[in-house]
């Protein structure tokens, strides 16, 4: 074979060998995971809590009925604004009323009565003056002058009965006038009819132990308005009376209004027919600073409370932070977690994890409060590898699209 066929040969082989490491070169940079990174900065973060209502007046006043009966005359309708005082339906009261004339009767005749009892009284007395003079003069017996005592006294006793009588009904008066009274129906103070359930000619009844009674209408302040929010239950600590919130209503587009929170539940909202595998949520009130005129009751409103803020923090992004079970050596019992980072060694193309303690969250970052400094670089994605690598794997840098959509080394 001549020399120049041999270093030929040798050539090819030399290739052969070189493309093979290549392939598996390849073939392993296939199995190392691609991330993003960034760097550990300072920054204002403003925290804040999001959740669904309705509006409500803050002040509103359900009527009911107090005595039964027919409605007769319903002088206002709904949406109506009425003043304190002002009429706004009659019950029939022509039963009641007879009530209240009988007893009222009754009262004067017992009076009348007092007057004859007292008369008796008077009587007895003369009698018994007569009685005691004629004893004196030894003209009747000890017994005679014993009746006419008697006389007295019983004369009196009956009067006082019927001054209890007397007594006994007029209260009994009073009682039947205050109950014809509630049949006549006024606004307890200014508002807006904002709910009416009946109509003219229906059936008021009173409210029982297992009955609830008729709501005969709703009357609402609106000059003071309040957003009713359900909190989600790992929200609702951070949550407290005074804070500022934002409140955005559905009728309202484009529009923002200020608010307050006034009212923080200490228990969870219940829902009718709900399973307690629903999410818990707490009842918060939020207190509109200047709601539009026309506003009314029931309007969907959504609401950002800001529930702290800070300036100048650490802090990386919130898809950075990792939480994982803490190594404990301990072979039974629950593992407990830790949070943390994967800061990123551009030299050995490796990860660290990094246990870290968290403040505040911000809406797309979260405080640190130790673990890490800024100007540290951190793996931020993606959310399937930052949950699969282990500390110290081997990975590289994700190569985002440029504007042209080649891909572009990251940093360039």
Do not use: C
């Amino acid at each position: 074979m001549k020399r120049s066929t041999k270093i030929g040969i040798g050539v090819v082989a030399v290739l052969i060998v070189i493309v093979a490491a290549g392939y598996v070169a390849k073939g392993k940079d296939r199995n190392v995971p691609s991330v993003t990174v960034d760097k550990v900065n300072r920054t204002d973060l403003i925290s804040k809590v999001t959740a669904n209502g309705k509006i409500q007046a803050k002040r509103k006043v359900d009527l009911s009925a107090n005595v039964m009966g027919q409605i007769i005359n319903l002088a206002v309708r709904e949406g109506d604004l009425v003043h304190r005082n002002d009429f706004l339906l009659q019950i029939d009261k022509a039963q009641l009323a007879a009530s209240a004339a009988g007893a009222e009767q009754s009262v004067n005749a017992l009076m009348q009565d007092r007057e004859a009892a007292r008369a008796s009284a008077q009587e007895a007395r003369s009698s018994y003056d007569r009685a005691r003079r004629s004893f004196d003069n030894k003209l009747i017996s000890q017994s005679e002058l014993d009746k006419a005592r008697a006389a007295v006294a019983s004369a009196e006793a009956s009067g006082s009965a019927i001054e209890s009588r007397i007594q006994q009904g007029r209260a009994a008066l009073m009682g039947a006038r205050d109950t014809l009274s509630k049949t006549t129906i006024r606004s307890p103070m200014d508002g807006l009819v904002t709910r009416l359930p009946v109509e003219e000619g229906e059936v008021a009844v009173i409210g029982t132990m297992n009955n609830a009674g008729t709501v005969l209408m709703t009357i609402s302040d609106m000059s003071e308005v309040e957003a009713v929010m359900e909190v989600d239950e790992t929200d609702v600590p951070t949550v407290r009376v005074g804070q500022k919130a934002s409140v955005t209503v559905d009728a309202y587009p484009n529009q923002t209004f200020s608010g307050v929170v006034t009212e923080v539940g200490s228990s969870p909202v219940t829902k009718t027919g709900v399973s307690g595998t629903e999410a818990v949520n707490f009842e918060v009130k939020i207190q509109l600073d200047h709601p539009p005129a026309n506003i009314r009751p029931g309007f969907s409103v959504s609401a950002e409370i800001n529930t702290g803020s800070r300036n100048g923090v650490v802090a990386i992004p919130i898809q950075a932070l990792v939480v994982r079970e803490k190594p404990s050596g301990k072979p039974q019992g629950k593992p407990a977690e830790e949070e943390g980072a994967y800061t990123f060694d551009r030299a050995a193309n490796k990860v660290k994890f990094v246990p870290v303690k968290t403040g505040i969250t911000g809406e797309t970052a979260i405080e640190i409060t130790s673990g890490l400094s800024p100007g540290a670089e951190i793996v931020t994605g993606p959310f399937k590898v930052l949950r699969d690598i282990k500390d110290g794997d081997k990975v590289k840098l994700e190569k985002p699209k440029g504007k042209d959509g080649d891909k572009k080394p990251q940093g360039s």
